[in-house]
Nanobody, 127 residues
Framework: QVQLVEAGGGSVQAGGSLRLSCAAS????????MGWFRQAPGKERDIVAG????????YYTGSVKGRFTISRDNAKNTVFLQMNSLKPEDTAVYYC????????????????????WGQGTQVTVSS
């Protein structure tokens, strides 16, 4: 199966920035829609951002619009999440996920729609 390897998590002060990356194995990366999810203590794992196969369409949950940017480099099999103006409420474990069954321009927003998952990386935003 596809392996997803995340990097870039860490601890920052409120207002700071982090850039997460997720590198995928295999040759079919450009066929996958990709998503970033997060799970805070006591909360469900919910989507943060998604991007279609070619990068032409993106999705953001309302709480991160204007602050986070998802992007992908299909030549490098990598998806990114640029997180700016971080808030303590952004503290969570962030997961990269791949939707193997995606169609052109389509972004899935539910966990069940994704086939492969990264190991998760901790993001901590302090006050």
């Amino acid at each position: 199966q596809v392996q997803l390897v995340e990097a870039g998590g860490g601890s920052v002060q409120a207002g700071g920035s982090l850039r997460l990356s997720c590198a995928a194995s295999g040759r079919a990366f450009s066929q996958y829609a990709m998503g970033w999810f997060r799970q805070a203590p006591g909360k469900e794992r919910d989507i943060v951002a998604g991007i279609s196969r070619s990068g032409g369409s993106t999705y953001y949950t309302g709480s991160v619009k204007g602050r986070f940017t998802i992007s992908r480099d299909n030549a490098k099999n990598t998806v990114f999440l640029q997180m700016n103006s971080l808030k303590p409420e952004d503290t969570a474990v962030y997961y990269c996920a791949a939707d193997r069954r995606s169609s052109t321009g389509i972004i899935t927003t539910t966990r069940i729609g994704y086939d492969y998952w990264g190991q998760g990386t901790q993001v901590t935003v302090s006050s």
